[in-house]
Every structure is written in structure tokens, then in C-alpha cells.
């Protein structure tokens, strides 16, 4: 068996060996070559201690990432590379992090404290592989076993509880029964977990291929962290346009959609508000009047507690409150959207809602809408038509020359321009914007 490995992973491998160490790659880049996918990054391990890997790559710019742990960071040819030194994990006490790390010269004890088997293999161009927990078999079998005793693992990190849904969803591996129940038991330990790792885990769960599986076997897994969930679990919206419940028309939405971070948690929450905002008419139909707002209120909540970044935030919630808001595939209200969300917001609005209809009863028609809508904003965005105010064809100064004076005046004014060419009752002609600029100051 032979992996590929990039130039610039070996030339830091070789670095290390020829100041004496040993070092392998480790963890998801021998997992995913073997898989023939593409590893993300190439993890290398080493007997070097931190200070001596630093010294091993004099020259190289060297980050310490997490000394404490033993890794460091070295910067090889433009490309990261994480170098950890073997280690023992101490006691846990917390289902967190290890209370202290104990650094090692045996490769196989680094591989016991890994999370799962087809996570627990390291490979060196010459030695070969070195697979003490038949990390190979399962990758071959597509089975995801934690390495030794999994009520234990958890009990240690609860995190890897969130890894083995993550691992799941993304390679689509099912859960070996002994893990499975592991996880079960421990899930109440997710608690201890910060907001950092949980996200980190999270976002990856919902860009998996197998998310839809995921999402529904181990919805009380994720309720753990996230019991603004649960609510929609089961919830029959007694609603023609649904035949699933809230959860089921969450999960199949999110899977329906592109795999994009900020769509599919948009997905994940823009019904969040539907248990709380549920009325039955006379006739008996569900309705959810106002759901949206609650549903970013949720999303709010949760991803500040997760640590998501502001710029996340804001674009997340954007496109939770706008979700239910109709599209019409015309120029005029297609630029409206995109001076209010951007052309990178708009079409993930438009995306969110494909994703949103298709996991309903009425699927095909709304879907043509978002389409003919798709076509309008390419032809807006290739004719550079304009939507926003640094696109008109006259700016503050334009309007100073006039004689309005600097100030609030302006930006009105500029915002009255803007609003009638997007509208299309004025033309964005320099001549034509003064003209109407003046109208609109006397006026
Ligand atoms: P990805 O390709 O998504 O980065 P990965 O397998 O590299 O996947 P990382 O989270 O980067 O995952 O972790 C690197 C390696 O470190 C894992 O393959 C695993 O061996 C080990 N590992 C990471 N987190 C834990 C943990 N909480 N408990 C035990 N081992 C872990
Ligand atoms: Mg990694």
C-alpha cells in the first residue's frame, strides 16, 4: 500500500528524521488517503519534544499552537503542518480536557489515546502502516468503533461523543453497536462541553453527506446541545403544504440543500419558532404566524452561545427572518433583495428556500419561481445594474455642487435616487440623477 503524500508534508518528515527523530503521519490524512480522498491536512507525530521539533526547524516560520499538548505548528512551502509529540493523556476530571499530558517515545501509546480506530493509524513512507486497532477493517466495513472501552473514551472527552455524529455524517459510517450505546449512556456529559468545540463539530456534522441519517437516528444526541431543538421533534403541523413533521421537514431540507455553512444553519434553525407560534384554525389547519422572528431569536441564542463569529451571525440570522418572505422574479424586487443581503446573501436566500420548499408538498412550483428569480440576478449582476448607492451614477459631493448642503440632506436624497432606479422610474444617467436630486431637495 502506498500513499501520496504532498512535498512539502515529506520535506517536513525528513527535517525531523534527520535530526534523529521518528515521525509518521497520524489521524485523518492516512484515514482519508485511504479512502482515496483528499486529506484536509497532514498531521505529523514525533518522539521530538516540543522545543526540539522547534529547534529541528530553525529557519521555518514555527507556531506554538499548543505547546501544553505538544503541538507546534510549522509553516512548510505556504502549507500548515501540525506536529504533536507522542503523548499519554493524563486523568480526565472533567469530560474534557486531559488534566495534564505526558509525553512519550512510543507511537503506540499516542495511538491508544485517539478517538476511533480508522482515526488511530499512522503511516510512514518506509514502515508502512501502523494500525494497532484495526482501523483498516473499518474503514473497509465503513464502521466507526471508538479505541478501547467507549463508555470510558466519553467519560474522558464527551466531545467525542459530537465527533462520532460528525464522523458519521461526514463519511457516512454507521456507529458500531457497543460505541452507539456508549453514546447513548454519556450524552448528558456534553454539557461540560465549551461552545468552541461543539461548533467546530457541528459545522462539519451538517455539511455531511449522511447528515439526514444523523439528524434523525441521534436527534436526542443533538438535543443535548442544542434543546432549542427538541420541541420540533414529532410536532405534526396539521398543514397541507407538510406531510412532516417540523423536525423531519428541518432534517430534509438541510440535506436537500448545497453544502454551504451558513444555508444549512440557516436551515437547521428557520423553523425553530414553529412550536411556539402554533395556531388550528376552524377548519383545522396548522398555522405559524410570526414563527420566523422566533426562529431567529433561537439561531441568535444559540450561536452566540456556540462562539460564532458576528459576520456568521448577522448573515445567519438575515436568512432565518427572510426565509418565508416571497421572491418575485422580477428585476425590480430581485434588486431590492440585493441591496438589502448582497449577491452572496441573495442567493443564499434563494438557496435556503429551494431547500425549504422542496421538503414540502408543493415542491416543483415554487421551485420554477426560484429559478426564473436565479436568472434575473445573474442577468442584474452581468449587466451591472445598479442596487446600491456606490453604483449610482452621482455621489454626496455631485450633490454638494448643487448647493445641498453637507449633511443628513444628502444621504436622503441619495437614498431617494437610489430607491427610484431601482424601481425603474429613473434611469442612472448623471444628468437625469441631478436633475431629480434638485427636484427632490426643493421639493
Ligand atoms: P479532519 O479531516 O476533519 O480534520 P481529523 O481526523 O484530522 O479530521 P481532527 O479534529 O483534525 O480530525 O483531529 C486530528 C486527529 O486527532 C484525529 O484524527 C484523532 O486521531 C485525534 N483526535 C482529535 N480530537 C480528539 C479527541 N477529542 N479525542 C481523541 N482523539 C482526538
Ligand atoms: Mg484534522
Redesign the pocket.
Known sequence: MNIKIPEYAMRALRVLESAGFSAYF???????SLLGTL???W?IATNALPEQVKTAFRGYTVVDTGLKHGTVTVVSDYHNL?I?TYRI?GDYSDARRPDSVIFTTDLHED?K????T???MAYHPEQGLVDDWGGKRDLKDKVLRC?GDPEQ?FK??A??IL?AL??GA?LGFTIEPKTEAALRQKRALLMNISGE?IR??LV?LLCGKNVQQILLTYRSILGEVLPEIRPAFDFDQKNPHHYLTVWEHTVQAIAGSIPSIRVRLALLFHDLGKPASFSVDEKGIGHFYGHPELSEQAAREIMHRLRFDNATIDRVTALVRYHDYDVVPQSKSVKRWLNRLGEEGFRELLAVKAADRSATTHKYENLSVIQLTENILDEVIAQKQCFTREQLNINGSDLMDLGIPQGKEIGRILDELLSLVIDEKLPNQPALLKKRAAALWRG
Open positions: 497520524v489521524g485523518g490524512c492516512v484515514r482519508d486529506p484536509a491536512d498531521d501540525e504533536t493523556d495511538l489515546r485517539r478517538d476511533f480508522v482515526n488511530a479505541v473514551r474522558e472527552d466531545l467525542r465527533r460528525r464522523f461526514v468545540r467546530e463539530e462539519k
